[in-house]
């Protein structure tokens, strides 16, 4: 594995970038595959196993931006979390090996991202599957101004600031 060790039982892992426009290429796909295959081991149940999944989630993530109104300017250094649902009987009375993603999309139309992290985590009967979205703050605040845009309102209302924003404005005003 390509990593760092920074301790006995954390390992830094390089970024593997791939793209969604085309298929992975056999590098790349042995790169996650291999960087999978080590946080895994034998497990496969419940666990992300094989780079197309890798990939699967990230083009969820898209279509959730998409879908959530994120335009593809605002997308760049959106970051997602995706781990699988855990056991669905509830005989299984014991946590299984999964495995958590983490992802990072490159700012840019062509979606690209990164698998900067694959971790071994525990899931318990009936948890769900996750898939964890997160938008940069610009994107954010692009988002909150289109939204009151919408509404014939491009400022946010005095009475709706907290004491502490006063505070922060006052400070930008001196």
Not at 95 to 103: K, N, Q, Y
Not at 105 to 112: L, N
Request: net charge neutral; proline share 6%.
């Amino acid at each position: 594995m390509d990593g760092v060790v920074t301790s006995s039982k954390e390992i830094i892992m390089k970024p593997i970038k791939f793209s969604l426009k085309a298929d992975l290429d056999a590098t790349t796909a042995a790169a996650i595959d291999a960087e999978l295959n080590d946080v895994n081991g034998k497990a496969i149940a419940f666990t992300v196993y094989a780079p197309m999944m890798v990939v699967d989630a990230a083009q969820r993530a898209e279509c959730y931006l998409a879908d959530h109104g994120v335009p593809v300017s605002d997308r760049g250094g959106a970051k997602v979390s995706y781990r699988p649902a855990g056991p669905t009987a509830n005989s299984y009375k014991y946590g299984a090996v999964s495995t958590e993603i983490r992802l990072r999309r490159k700012s840019g139309s062509s979606p690209v991202w990164y698998l900067d992290e694959v971790e071994r985590v525990t899931v318990y009967p009936r948890n769900p599957e996750r898939l964890a979205v997160e938008i940069s703050d610009a994107a954010m605040f692009n988002l909150v101004k289109r939204t009151l845009a919408a509404f014939a309102r491009d400022v946010v209302p005095r009475e709706l600031l907290a004491p502490a924003d006063d505070v922060a404005l006052a400070g930008l005003a001196a």
